[in-house]
């Protein structure tokens, strides 16, 4: 009899107990709880008179009516299989889509709104989320859209044609917001065809249809600038922007008659530029460090000011020709490469031989000269002392090129000065993360760091700031935006004036100027 009830209980649909309370998983586990359950069931009066009722429907051959097979709400209450929880107890049925299931019949009355909170699962609230990346650039509002609109429409007023790259300047300034010397750049990036003219539809196509109306102006710049196809920037790519602006600039009008130093000067300004914005020197400009570095704030300077000599970042004058004139002084060929015995000559043999040898080993900087054991003009740079190159600048590596600098004070009759006490001297200078070395984050974020190679490496500038007058010294705090490099180069660009003054006048050589003066050959070259 028990294997019996087991096996009618194994084939019992459990779901048919309509007990939403308990997990027929958990019933089909524990049989014994089953058979409890059935025990209960069978117990209750109404099932009793349903059993009875249903043994003379079948003696009297009336069709077995299962609960739940028909969708009429008008069911016989009798044939409805009675529950084992009082009345009124009994929660809700869940709706089902299967048709023929007792648990899925509709009662009479009941809504949606009387269904279990156990089984009806809400559909999730859809939080709406802007779209917040565009990868062509964010879309102008249609405010700023319709301003720049309006402001195109008075510019292109009378030019159905389109306008000339002559007109185009004014487009430049005031829709692009961009430097005027890039009118040309720019009209050949729209002019792809090279119709030499710009359609309304052309512009409006390119600036706002393409989101350059919205992006920054480092970025416009440098998707001005950038080749088809490429994700930076190469000094090929400044060039015609800096023709411009030799054509241009009230402040350079003077070398129009000059096309080798126009030449020179757009270089001059292109290794400048690259030497302090591409910071991997690679030769790869990126976005990341076109807006890291301060090019773009040098570009509208030199674009609102007409003395190009107050534009002391890449773009003065005075800057190019001192350097220039150095490089050509010790050039003693002018083949436009120098060695080492033109380059020890620097200053009055102001360096020590071993940061030229440190310098013409290309350690620190690869020659972008192919001749052997020469530096071209590009490589008139150089900016390490780091001897095994590890980014760190130690007492040893110090102390090595300081050692050159205090035998040569000792030939010369000056009384020497020990390294430990000028090591301490250079750390309160540069007040290192570290006492024990330095690093070049820590060079470049102090003013003084100059002063660390002139005392390594060059004399002269070491023995002028040993005894440095008072009266300099307050002077260079009246103005501190100023560099040491800025003001060498201004008076350096005024002592080779005047002998160049002097030679027309006398065919002569002008007068002797004070190499005590003189700067730190890394600061020509590195500025």
Known sequence: MEAELAGDVASLDLELLQLPEVSPIALKSNLYLVDELFSQFLSIPETGRLVKSLIEDAKAGIALSVTGSSSSSSSSPTNSLPSIFPAGSAPPLSPRSTSGSPRFTKRHGVGPSSLSPLKVVSEPVKEFIPQFYFKNGRPAPSELKEQCLLKIDQLFYGHDGGLQVQEFKSLTKEVCKLPSFFSSTLFRKIDVEGFGFVTRDQFIEYWINNNMLTADIATQIFRVLKQPGRKFLVQEDFKPVLRELLATHP???????????????????????????????????????????????????????????????????????????????????????????????YGNHALTYRIVDRIFSQIPRKFTSKVEGKMGYEDFVFKSIDLDGNGVLTRNEMQFFYEEQLHRMECMAQEPVLFEDILCQMVDMINPEVESYFTLKDLKGCKLSGNVFNILFNLNKFMAFETRDPFLIRQEREDPTLTEWDRFAHREYIRLSMEEDAEDASNGSGEVWDESLEAPYYAVSVS
């Open 251 to 345: 402040g350079l009008e003077f070398l129009q008659s000059t096309p080798e130093f126009q030449e020179r000067y757009a270089e001059t300004v292109v290794y400048r530029i690259f030497y302090y914005i591409n910071r991997s020197g690679n030769g790869h400009l990126t976005l990341r460090e076109l807006k890291r570095g301060n090019l773009i704030a040098a570009m509208q300077h030199v674009d609102d000011e007409e003395d190009i000599n107050k534009v002391l970042r890449y773009f003065s004058y005075e800057h190019f020709y001192v350097i220039y004139c150095k490089f050509w002084e010790l050039d003693t060929d002018h083949d436009f490469l120098i060695d080492k015995e033109n380059l020890i000559r």
